[in-house]
Structure formats: structure tokens, C-alpha cells
């Protein structure tokens, strides 16, 4: 069974638009969520995560997420996008045996 | 934050070779690294988890004789892709994970692996 989906493969996106790149996980235990930035050939980068609290996570370089229980998404959001933030982006969870698990990822392209 | 590096960045290797790929946590101890393989253009598969001074725990589909993991010192990981084919060829990350902080994993930068 996906633990994670993304819907979204790719996101193309003006620079300075808003954008927001779904993720939805599938667990009825608690969770904790993980958004991803990888940049080409390069290993992952950690955006935010959320573990307990405030269901509203910010980031670093602009993004926030924010943890819905009922609708068992976070997703990622910034309010004006860069042309150095494309890059592909994976939402994860851990469950159980603290392992990560990841979506397929969203291919964000900011295009000028 | 932490830092982790692998290496090498990239190799290429004649098929049928063995290659190592290196994943050191450079400023903490990681009693847990996990390894994890990505294919073009998909999300990442995790391999295999582990632990310092024990067996490896490998995910259900991954050859454990094939796919040869040492985790020897608590700052160093070995991933060792025996008698490596083209099918092998992906692009491999580590992440580590101090004790009991299994929610602070910090990457690797990736090994790039090319067989021919």
C-alpha cells in the first residue's frame, strides 16, 4: 500500500507565483511528514518537517506546509517561487520502525 | 546542520566489478544509516537499514549478497555492489540518523554508479 502520494509529477510555475505541491499519506497511526528538496545529481535536502504541534510548519527558503489530520495531506507551499527553487521535491513520512518512506516526487519547474 | 558525506560523487565501473560507496557522518555518531537507491526520474527505494556493529536489515527484493552493507564505526557506512551489472546502475544515497533521533536523517550527497 503507498504510504505517500503525490499527485503531481511536474508543477510548472511562473517566478514569483504562488505554488503548492501535494502530498497525501495513508496511516491511521500518527505520522511524522517531511518535505525534501533534491537539486540534480545532488543527495536530499531537508525543507521542513512536522512532528507534534503547530500544524503549520514553516521552512526554509519560504516554504511552509501544514499538517491536515482529516484530510491526511501536507502539503507544500510558498507564496512567490525563485527560479533556484526548481528542483524536484519529495514528501515522506516515517512509520513504525523509523524508516522513511517517500513519494515519487514533484518536479517543480519555475520558469521566467 | 549535520553533515554526511558519501563518496564517491560518481564511478564508473566495468560490468562485473565490484564498487564501494562511502557514507560518513562527519560531525555525530550514527548508530542507524540507511541506504537508498533512485532510479531516474522515481522517488527514492530504500535498500537496507544499518546498524552499527550488526547485520543489516535489507528490504524485501534486495539481493543482501549483492548489495554488501558495513556499518563498522559509528561515523562510517560501506554499501558494496558486487559483480555490479548495467541493471545496476542508479544513483545511491545514504542518510544517518543519531541515537533515538530517527526523525533527524541527514543525506548524503549521492554516488552516481554507471556500469558498462
Known amino acids: 500500500a503507498q504510504s505517500v502520494t503525490q499527485l503531481d509529477s511536474q508543477v510548472p510555475v511562473f517566478e514569483e507565483a504562488p505554488v503548492e505541491l501535494r502530498c497525501n499519506y495513508s496511516?491511521?497511526?500518527?505520522?511524522?511528514l517531511f518535505w525534501y528538496v533534491q537539486y540534480p545529481n545532488q543527495g536530499l535536502q531537508l525543507l521542513l518537517k512536522?512532528?507534534?504541534?503547530?500544524?503549520l510548519v514553516k521552512g526554509i527558503n519560504g516554504f511552509e506546509a501544514e499538517f491536515n489530520k482529516s484530510q491526511t495531506s501536507f502539503h507544500l507551499r510558498k507564496p512567490s517561487v525563485h527560479i533556484s527553487d526548481t528542483a524536484e521535491y519529495f514528501c515522506a513520512v516515517i512509520l513504525g520502525a523509523n524508516n522513511l518512506f517517500f513519494g515519487t516526487g514533484t518536479r517543480l519547474t519555475v520558469i521566467p | 546542520g549535520a553533515v554526511v558525506s558519501q563518496h564517491p560523487s560518481r564511478v564508473i565501473c566495468k560490468s562485473g566489478t565490484s564498487v564501494k560507496i562511502e557514507c560518513r557522518s562527519l560531525d555525530f555518531q550514527a548508530t542507524t544509516m540507511f541506504w537508498y537507491r533512485q532510479f531516474p526520474k522515481q522517488s527514492l527505494m530504500l535498500m537496507a537499514t544499518s546498524n552499527e556493529g550488526s547485520k543489516a536489515t535489507y528490504e524485501q527484493g534486495v539481493e543482501k549478497d549483492k548489495f554488501l552493507i558495513n556499518h563498522a564505526s559509528l561515523t562510517l557506512s560501506t554499501l558494496t555492489v558486487t559483480s555490479a551489472h548495467p541493471e545496476d546502475s542508479s544513483f545511491y544515497i545514504c542518510s544517518a540518523a543519531q541515537p533515538l533521533r530517527y526523525t533527524e536523517a541527514f543525506f548524503g550527497q549521492g554516488t552516481r554508479l554507471t556500469v558498462v
Open positions: 496511516s491511521s497511526v500518527s505520522v511524522y
Open positions: 512536522y512532528l507534534s504541534g503547530s500544524t
